[in-house]
């Protein structure tokens, strides 16, 4: 069972709906999430960043996060296609470790 | 602010051959890190760099080695290149107040 569970997709939706994704994980030592996003052939952008059990807003950005369930969510208002991109949740143990990415989920907002 | 930033941005090696992947960190940053990200995957932690020692290390065979210089800058060492290297090659950095890494734009190597 890998540590990081992440669909891959791909994920279509029109221009102005709603993305929601989401990972679980098994290793209940993790306890930083973070959200990237990578368009083709580039490196990880970093979106979100939590710590702690609970929502976390930014623009049209929110990240959720259940300690409890193991269970990390990433929803996008108002898509637009420079949304399309891979989208990867990232976990780790301490705050200066190594990164432990799900294999990213593919997005394809359609105008 | 520059960023990370890594060079070469493509590298194309033949089997057998050694390669030395460059990346200088964000400023103010004193921690590297070095993942490989194949194709359609998620990055892989390779290993770990701060004040100039390994701190950490993922999976990866001693074939892939490392190193940090005092203005933190690193550098990714692969020797007897297999097929199965070719990847895109990550250098994130990230500072000693948290777990914030920011990622370079990668070196795509392709071995033949």
């Known amino acids: 069972q890998k540590e990081v569970e992440q669909d891959p997709g791909p994920l279509s939706v029109p221009e102005g709906a709603i993305v929601s994704l989401n990972c679980t994980y098994s290793?209940?030592?993790?306890?930083?999430f973070m959200w990237y996003r990578q368009y083709s052939r580039k490196g990880p952008e970093l979106l979100m960043y939590?710590?702690?059990?609970g929502n976390k807003e930014d623009g049209r950005f929110t990240a959720q996060v259940d300690k409890s369930s193991k269970y990390i969510s990433l929803f996008i208002r108002d898509s637009q296609p420079s949304d399309s991109a891979t989208y990867l949740c990232v976990l780790t143990t301490d705050s200066w470790g190594k990164l432990q990415f799900g294999a990213g989920t593919q997005v394809v907002v359609t105008p | 602010d520059a960023g990370v930033t890594q060079s070469p941005t493509h590298l194309i090696k033949t089997r057998g051959q050694q390669v030395t992947l460059r990346c200088s960190p964000k400023s103010g940053h004193d921690t590297v890190s070095w993942y490989q990200q194949a194709l359609g995957q998620g990055p892989q932690f390779i290993f770990q760099?701060?004040?100039?020692?390994?701190?950490q290390r993922g999976n990866f065979p001693d074939r892939f080695s490392g190193h940090q210089f005092p203005n933190y800058s690193s550098e990714l060492n692969v020797n007897a290149l297999l097929l199965g290297d070719s990847a895109l090659y990550l250098c994130?950095?990230?500072?000693?107040?948290?777990?914030?890494?920011?990622f370079g734009q990668g070196t795509r190597l392709t071995v033949v």
């Open positions: 994130a950095s990230s500072s000693p107040r948290g777990a914030e890494a920011f």
């Open positions: 939590t710590y702690s059990s």
């Open positions: 290793n209940s030592a993790f306890q930083y």
């Open positions: 760099y701060y004040e100039e020692e390994e701190r």
